[in-house]
């Protein structure tokens, strides 16, 4: 705490002081949103960020309340209303569940290459929805918390405009029914399957008995056509909501990370739960992490022409929350990715090169 000179020309001197130290702090950060828009200008996509400085509460922000493909960045909202459900008593962390063929889903994730029957409990489920960004296990929680409607109800209840799907289970079988009979009427099972088919992979065999007799006609078709759904893939405009996995903004994604930051969804034991997940990521090394040296908790969510990476990095300054949406993506995929570790890099050295400069303060 401040305390006031009772000498009026001491007074003076500390309010100019003071007055100096606040235009000199808005200037850094200014400077900051100048370089960060070049960096994002130079990017081939369309781009949203929202970053925060949680100990100095200092933000950097370009296009933080636009909506964006959330892919799936979506599940760390999913993540906080189950952590809070077992807080409360209505989610058992260490229930068995039993994972069927019926239950997996193609797509990022390892559960899909065991064998069907495995036991697990909901806390691994949530673990590998968060680390390997498992669709399998991301279905079967969001089953768990009562199916996406009851998340959406739960996201809209706190007045957010952050929504989720089953995954791309929904877009999927859209892209197969555009084709007519008898692709128009699947299965959830059969639209997995069918996304094995079509992409190549050796999955498709554990499904030989779902397309018997006269289903086989739906491999027929597939296989028939599978050159004009790759195309109508390409083509696809990547703003088409049809085809997203969820929504969201860049702030609204930063504003639940900083609550599990800060302890303030759930308890801080939850909390640091949350975030050792969130620290044992498997994807996305070339993005925010890429050119850092301290530790990065973060969600990925990817797609054809979508990179999202969305964390909290312990700066050496305090933590620092980015959400970054890069979508439409025109130019190579991997360059995107590294432009985005780039600006992670100047967010970061930005705050810790300041540290020196203000005194520290504690997270409230």
Do not use: C
Request: glycine share 8%.
């Amino acid at each position: 705490m401040i305390q006031f000179p009772t000498n009026r020309r001491s007074f003076h001197v500390v309010v100019a002081m003071l007055v100096l130290t606040s235009v000199v702090r808005t200037e850094q950060t200014n400077g900051l949103q100048r370089v960060v828009e070049a960096e994002v200008a130079r990017m081939p996509a369309r781009v949203g960020l929202y970053a925060k400085h949680l100990p100095s509460g200092e933000t950097v922000a370009v296009r933080p309340d636009e909506i964006f493909s959330s892919q799936s960045t979506r599940k760390v909202p999913i993540m906080v209303m189950a952590f809070q459900a077992a807080e409360q008593g209505r989610l058992n962390l260490t229930e068995p569940v039993r994972v069927q063929r019926s239950d997996f889903r193609n797509g990022t994730g390892v559960l899909q290459y065991h064998e069907p029957g495995m036991t697990v409990t909901m806390r691994d489920l949530i673990t590998e929805m968060i680390i390997t960004s498992d669709n399998t296990a991301t279905n079967l929680v969001i089953a768990k918390l009562g199916g996406p409607a009851r998340v959406n109800q739960w996201l809209a209840d706190q007045k957010y405009v952050t929504r989720t799907k089953w995954g791309s289970l929904e877009g999927q079988r859209k892209t197969f029914s555009l084709l007519g009979p008898p692709l128009d009427n699947l299965t959830d099972e059969e639209v997995t399957a069918l996304e094995y088919l079509r992409t190549g992979n050796s999955m498709f065999d554990l499904y030989a008995d779902v397309f018997a007799g006269p289903r086989r006609a739906l491999v027929e078709a597939v296989t028939k056509n599978a050159a004009s759904i790759a195309e109508s893939i390409r083509v696809r405009d990547p703003d088409d909501e049809d085809y997203w996995t969820g929504r969201t903004t860049p702030r609204e994604m930063g504003v639940f990370l900083e609550a599990i930051e800060r302890g303030a969804s759930v308890s801080p034991k939850r909390s640091k739960e949350m975030k050792d997940i969130l620290l044992r990521q498997q994807l996305g090394v070339r993005r925010i992490p890429h050119y850092l040296t301290v530790p990065v908790a973060h969600k990925t969510g990817d797609g054809p022409t979508t990179a999202n990476d969305v964390g909290i990095v312990d700066a050496r300054s305090g933590p620092i929350v980015i959400s970054l949406f890069a979508v439409a993506i025109s130019g190579p995929y991997g360059e995107t990715e590294d432009q985005i570790g780039r600006i992670a890099r100047l967010i970061v050295e930005h705050f810790d090169g300041a540290a020196g400069k203000r005194p520290p303060q504690k997270l409230p």
